[in-house]
């Protein structure tokens, strides 16, 4: 059956993470081209690869953003207790959702979720990965600065 999909076309979904949680996300592009994931940074959403996943469907390849679990329109914790675990259940199920292994493209705390799924995961879910803003250690102070700021601005 042909595929007639226009590149441009976004459509929103709703996923399910392992522990029954909401994972909003949202793809654009035909649905028979190669997969490409976003993986947003601690604090953003997937509106902030909005136009990066527009501009790779223009050229042909299917995107999926999504909002991780207490981030933008996904669900959210009643207590408000993340596990590291539940972020890399949550890639690892948006990554299985396509029709075949995407490339991740993860920015700060995606790119490292992506580092951690890839690294434990067998067989590899990803294609390749991505990764933006991302450093192998961090400053307690900077990290302490950044939550501040998250914290003063919900």
Known sequence: MEDRTSATESALLNLRAGDGLRL???TRGRASAR??????GFGQSRHAWARAAE?????G???LTFDARGHGDSGRLADGRYALEQFVGDLLTVARALNEPPVLVG?????????VVAGETRPGPFRALVLVDIT?????AGVERMLDFMRSHP
Do not use: C, I, Y
Not at 55 to 59: G, I, K, P, Q, T
Not at 107 to 115: E, N, P
């Open 35 to 40: 997969p490409v994931l976003f993986a947003h």
């Open 24 to 26: 909003a996300a949202e």
């Open 136 to 140: 192998p250690r961090w400053e307690a």
């Open 61 to 63: 390849w299917r995107t």
């Open 107 to 115: 920015a700060s705390m995606g790119g490292l979720l992506g580092l």
């Open 55 to 59: 501009s790779l469907a223009e050229r």
